[in-house]
């Protein structure tokens, strides 16, 4: 089993930034592909970032490339979100499932964390 939480959402003002993370637990064989993926009112679930742990290879929705990274230390999962927009608003998914070539279809993911939001004012 893996254990996912998320943490580092909170409200800001359009141009600035936050940072979020992901604490992993669990067995590692199990997360070999982690991702970001957010979900706005209304809209369907969204890859943000995902990260093949076993490669460091990363990938990046379009609406994000650029202003977002993705990074990794250890057991924790970073996004580091730069020049937030209002339409960035919404709730934050870590994502783990095992395996080398990451998907970005939220199907494909076993294991989620509870979430964190994101709001962006302007």
């Known amino acids: 089993q893996v254990q996912l939480v998320e943490s580092g959402g909170g409200s800001v003002q359009a141009g600035g930034s936050l940072r979020l993370s992901c604490q992993a637990s669990?067995?590692?064989?199990?997360?070999?592909?982690m991702a970001w993926f957010r979900q706005g009112p209304g809209q369907e679930r969204e890859a943000v970032a995902i990260m093949s742990i076993t490669y460091g290879a990363t990938g990046y929705g379009n609406s994000v490339e650029g202003r977002f990274t993705v990074s990794q230390d250890k057991n924790t999962l970073y996004l580091q979100m730069n020049s937030l927009r209002p339409e960035d608003t919404a709730m934050y998914y870590c994502a783990a499932d095992s395996g080398t070539i990451c998907s970005r279809r939220p199907d494909r993911y076993s294991y989620w964390g509870q979430g964190t939001r994101v709001t962006v004012s302007s």
């Open positions: 669990g067995d590692s064989a199990r997360r070999g592909c």
